[in-house]
């Protein structure tokens, strides 16, 4: 499959929507990122069912505003049953954005996970893991420079299955689905791990841009609060 176009570099361009801070703890390293107001955290590790399901059903109803109920309760639906596709990726948060483009709805899921590093004391985890991406032919990928320090991101397009429930079809129906990923590899011997992903094509330049600015955002800090940022280490040789 071909890999959708990125529309402009992975670079922080502010919005006018009120920030929302994350943090995940990494061994001794603390994450933070910012996101855009318009998504909406996907609670992925609450145990208690009936306090998730309340959290889905507010979430839907947040996410899709004046709808009958019946919509954002098929939202909710769907919402449900992609929480354990985005256990399985590991992931530490997640949240859910929905609009339109030209009255066209869209939908974009963005997800935090965390995952080991390449092993090798010697070996620049940049190079490897660009590497390691490019022999699985997961799409166009591209070492990047962020705020917070070197990265590599991975952009491409895959089909994800649609389970029968929401479909007319038995058997599910196989969507494409564009995606960014940006590993942000840690000096912990963690990579962080950030995707943006939407079945919508009308909506993929603004998602974009969004998850531009989200990854931009990141900072890092030791357990004591200092900001720490990782060399670049072709810079540092």
């Known amino acids: 499959m071909t890999a959708p176009t990125v529309p402009s570099r992975l670079e922080f361009i502010p919005t006018q929507a009120a920030p929302d801070v994350n943090d995940i703890e990494a061994d001794g390293i603390h994450v933070r990122w910012v996101m855009p107001e318009i998504f909406h955290d996907i609670p992925i590790h609450v145990e208690d069912e009936d306090e998730a399901v309340r959290l889905i059903e507010e979430l839907a109803q947040k996410a899709l505003p004046g709808t009958e109920v019946e919509e954002w309760l098929k939202f909710a639906v769907i919402c449900a049953l992609g929480m354990d596709d985005l256990l399985a990726a590991g992931a530490e948060f997640a949240a859910v954005c929905v609009g339109a483009v030209d009255e066209t709805p869209c939908t974009a899921t963005v997800y935090a996970a965390l995952t ?57 129906l196989a969507l494409p689905t564009s995606f960014i990923r940006v590993y942000v590899p840690l000096p912990n011997g963690t990579t962080l791990v950030m995707e943006m992903s939407t079945p919508t094509p009308a909506g993929w330049d603004p998602f974009a841009t969004m998850f531009g600015n989200i990854v931009s955002s990141i900072r890092l800090f030791e357990a004591d609060g200092e900001p720490l940022i990782i060399p670049d280490l072709d810079a540092v040789a």
């Open 116 to 172: 080991d590093s390449p092993e090798g004391d010697d070996q620049d985890p940049i190079a490897a893991i660009a590497s390691s991406l490019r022999r699985e032919d997961m799409g166009e990928v591209t070492e990047i420079q962020l705020p917070c320090g070197p990265a590599v991101s991975c952009t491409g397009t895959r089909e994800d299955k649609v389970t029968g429930e929401l479909t007319e079809d038995p058997q599910g």
